[in-house]
């Protein structure tokens, strides 16, 4: 996929010298084509890190995409540059008039906290309440699918006790569903938070739909029946070392942290990291983008409802 993004943004280096095809805004301009928009709300603190994560899982289709990336202007990032923040995020208030075919919200280390503890959990639910006439697809991530079913559907998150940490083996329970086209019976996700949703609660709600579990990581992919809002548990975007690095930071921290579960050969973490989600993150991204985004979406946004 001609991924469209700003010429000077970090990713771009990135993404090219992997041969992602990476079109640039002028480039863009002279091909008369109506791109998917597609909005990236970032919460997660390591922002560059996250956009080129995203960036490459939307990359492997034909379609052009046209990405805009939003923050939150309540809270203020500590970890990004604010050059960058200026020069490449939009705020709420800057989009909220436009219409979008796709819409991504990230996870966030906030897991432990109540959802009203959280200081831009206010501007989170009116951008959630936005996307019900503004978006025609959102795809909610870890903490921000436990955000985005609570918010429209009242489903509790529950406190783990301790870290799920890993790559865990997932099998689908709508094998038939296009988000899962072309997926192997059992397929792995990253897993790193410290909270859940269970499956009776999104069993019980009858807009919900439960797609995926792992017998060790819970639920992982719901949607609702409208096919208009998805939630995944996991991160199947995540970089080989995203996990190790995760790991490294909270040992040299002190902080009482296990190994990763099916990440390091032998569990042992002077072992390189053994990748086995890359074909189905590639795949769930696809599928996302082709099946519930471009086969469906209006040509004109502004008949969203």
């Not at 805009?68 to 989009?95: G, K, M, P, R, W």
């Not at 086969?295 to 969203?304: E, G």
Request: glycine residues 4%; aromatic residues 12%.
């Amino acid at each position: 996929m001609p991924i469209r993004i700003p010429d000077s943004l970090p990713a771009r280096a990135v993404l090219e010298s992997e041969n992602i095809f990476v079109m640039t805004e002028f480039r863009a301009m002279h091909q008369d084509i109506r791109p998917l928009n597609v909005l990236i709300l970032n919460l997660m603190p390591t922002k560059i890190v996250t956009e080129t994560q995203l960036l490459r899982k939307l990359s492997n289709s034909p379609l052009q995409v046209q990405v805009e990336l939003l923050q939150t202007a309540s809270h203020v990032s500590q970890n990004t540059d604010a050059d960058h923040l200026s020069s490449f995020y939009t705020t709420f208030e800057q989009i909220k008039d436009k219409r979008f075919d796709g819409m991504i919200i990230t996870g966030a280390p906030v897991e432990n906290l109540d959802f009203a503890d959280v200081d831009y959990w206010d501007e989170l639910c009116q951008i959630m309440e936005w996307t019900k006439t503004h978006v025609h697809s959102t795809l909610h991530i870890c903490w921000g699918a436990q955000a985005g079913l609570f918010y429209h559907y009242g489903i509790p998150k529950y406190s783990l006790g301790k870290k799920l940490f890993g790559v865990f083996p997932h099998k689908m329970l709508k094998a038939q569903s296009p988000l899962f086209r072309g997926f192997d019976d059992e397929f792995f996700v990253p897993h790193s938070r410290y909270t859940e949703n269970r499956a009776e609660d999104i069993l019980a709600q009858p807009e919900l739909e439960l797609l995926s579990v792992s017998e060790q990581a819970g639920v992982f992919a719901v949607k609702s029946r409208d096919n208009r809002r998805f939630f995944i548990t996991g991160h199947p975007e995540y970089d080989p070392d995203t996990l190790a690095n995760e790991y490294f930071r909270d040992v040299n921290k002190g902080l009482d942290i296990q190994v990763p579960c099916n990440y390091f050969p032998d569990d042992d973490p002077r072992n390189a990291p053994l990748v086995r989600w890359r074909s189905a993150a590639q795949l769930f991204y696809s599928n996302w983008l082709n099946y519930y985004v471009y086969q469906t979406t209006p040509y004109d946004l502004r008949t969203l409802e």
